[in-house]
């Protein structure tokens, strides 16, 4: 089976703080994703990962950036973090299929609920 | 750009009625479909998966029905039970977008005994 796993279920951070979220998968995945989950917006993609040292930014990366230096690790940093940063972060990883691209499922992990307070 | 549009929620059903939750897409390419849930206190496990048109996604007692003619992939279950209580995530992804997925934004489903 596939495992995801994300360094701390829950964080609680004040405003300001550099926050550090890590992602691991076990599967030798090519890509990883960082997302945010809200209420009401559903998951929204914060910056993703197709190769080591490689990132791209999703639909959301303003005050956030990250890191791939291994292949199975993906990590979230918030430089300074702040009150509207409170949400739950959910990493996902994915194989890709050359010719295929477009259908491969993506794996998640427990997620991260983050405070800052 | 591609998008999902889902119902509305939350639903609250009781056990063994019939469940439908609906899903409708905007996509430049061709896209693959997916239905996500998510527990409570857990992340999102794959539910089902269509990639073409009229492909029949199912897994649990729950199917959906990839129909490009309508652009939806609608979720449904002939009898739900307590323990499908969650939030369900319809989503894509195509060609066109590597390998990021659009999500839909979420239906909670509770189904009281």
């Known amino acids: 089976d596939v495992k995801v796993t994300q360094s701390s279920r829950y964080l609680v951070k004040r405003t300001g703080e550099k926050v550090f979220l890590e992602c691991v998968q076990d599967?030798?995945?090519?890509?990883m994703f960082w997302y945010r989950q809200d209420p009401g917006l559903g998951l929204r993609l914060i910056y993703f990962?197709?190769?080591?040292?490689?990132?791209e930014k999703g639909d959301i990366p303003e005050g956030y950036s990250v890191s791939r230096e291994k292949k199975e690790r993906f990590s979230l940093i918030l430089e300074s973090a702040s009150t509207n940063q409170t949400s739950m972060y959910l990493c996902?990883?994915?194989?890709?299929?050359?010719?295929?691209?477009?259908?491969?499922?993506?794996?998640f992990g427990p997620g991260t609920r983050l405070t800052v307070l | 750009g591609d998008s999902v549009t889902q119902m509305e929620g939350p639903v609250t059903l009781s056990e063994e009625a019939f469940l439908t939750i609906n899903c409708t897409y905007t996509?430049?390419?061709?896209?693959?479909l997916f239905w996500y849930v998510q527990y409570p206190g857990e992340g999102l496990q794959l539910l089902l998966k269509?990639?073409?048109?009229?492909d029949k996604g199912s897994n649990k007692g729950f199917e959906a029905t990839y129909r490009k003619e309508t652009t939806s992939f609608h979720l449904e279950k002939g009898s739900v039970q307590v323990s499908d209580s969650a939030v369900y995530f319809c989503?894509?992804?195509?060609?066109?977008?590597?390998?990021?997925?659009?999500f839909g934004t979420g239906t909670s489903l509770t189904v009281i005994p």
């Open positions: 996902a990883s994915s194989i890709t299929a050359p010719g295929l691209a477009g259908w491969d499922e993506q794996f």
């Open positions: 599967m030798d995945h090519e890509n």
């Open positions: 990962s197709y190769d080591v040292k490689m990132k």
């Open positions: 996509a430049t390419g061709y896209p693959s």
């Open positions: 269509a990639t073409k048109a009229d």
């Open positions: 989503a894509l992804s195509t060609i066109d977008t590597g390998n990021q997925f659009y």
